[in-house]
């Protein structure tokens, strides 16, 4: 266990459907992170927070929402995906957003798109 | 643009053999480098963090190495083990806080 708990750990969704994927972390750590791992590539950063505070957008599409209401969560609200958007989710946790400062990862969301 | 490299993509050894899995980068202005273990369908476990300060770290069978100069890390595993099946990923914190990732070495140990 790393302090990084995420929920749901798998989840299937229609092109239609409106989901959320929830990172909660019990680290006491001021940044987070939403990083995307598609089969046969490395993984991507997708969004960083620091003191709730969006510090980084990757180029995502608008279809990908994130939300921190606080340090402590963090949250991926999901609407008309596309089937290619089928990956691993994967939400991190550091002390704050600088170079120095080590990543801890959750589980992971599995998300299907039909 | 920093690239994370690892090679090989696939490794297949039968157990106790020692293997070393290279990792290089291009930009050398990391802060640190971390290689993590991946199970099918699984989050990251960390196996080791080293400072850019630093040349190795150790973890019970796994050493890591660092020269930033060249852009190059090692993992090396002794006495592999069947459970040491896995992909292994390395990456690099640039500045800013960016962890940047290679594309793993899928480990299998065959018993």
């Known amino acids: 266990e790393t302090g990084v708990t995420q929920t749901p750990r798998h989840l299937v969704m229609g092109m239609t459907n409106k989901k959320s994927l929830k990172c909660e972390q019990h680290?006491?750590?001021?940044?987070m992170y939403w990083y995307k791992q598609s089969a046969k590539k490395p993984l991507e950063l997708m969004f960083v927070y620091n003191f709730k505070e969006q510090t980084e957008n990757n180029s995502v599409p608008s279809r990908f929402s994130p939300e921190c209401p606080n340090s402590s969560h963090l949250f991926l609200h999901l609407h008309t995906l596309q089937p290619e958007d089928s990956a691993l989710y994967l939400c991190?946790?550091?002390?704050?957003?600088?170079?120095?400062?080590?990543?801890?990862f959750g589980p992971g969301t599995r998300l299907t798109v039909l | 643009k920093q690239e994370v490299t690892q090679i090989p993509a696939a490794l297949s050894v039968p157990e106790g053999e020692n293997l070393v899995l290279n990792c290089s980068f291009t930009?050398?202005?990391?802060?640190?480098l971390q290689w993590f273990r991946q199970d099918p369908g699984k989050g990251l476990t960390s196996l080791l963090l080293?400072?850019?300060?630093?040349r190795e770290q150790t973890s019970g069978r796994l050493n890591a190495s660092l020269d930033k100069s060249s852009g190059r890390s090692t993992l090396y595993i002794a006495a592999s083990q069947p459970g040491d099946s896995a992909t292994y990923l390395c990456?690099?914190?640039?500045?800013?806080?960016?962890?940047?990732f290679g594309q793993g070495t899928e480990l299998s140990v065959k018993p």
């Open positions: 990456a690099v914190y640039n500045q800013g806080g960016k962890l940047i």
């Open positions: 930009d050398s202005a990391i802060y640190n």
């Open positions: 680290l006491g750590h001021n940044a």
């Open positions: 991190a946790s550091s002390q704050a957003s600088g170079g120095y400062n080590e990543q801890f």
């Open positions: 080293i400072q850019s300060s630093q």
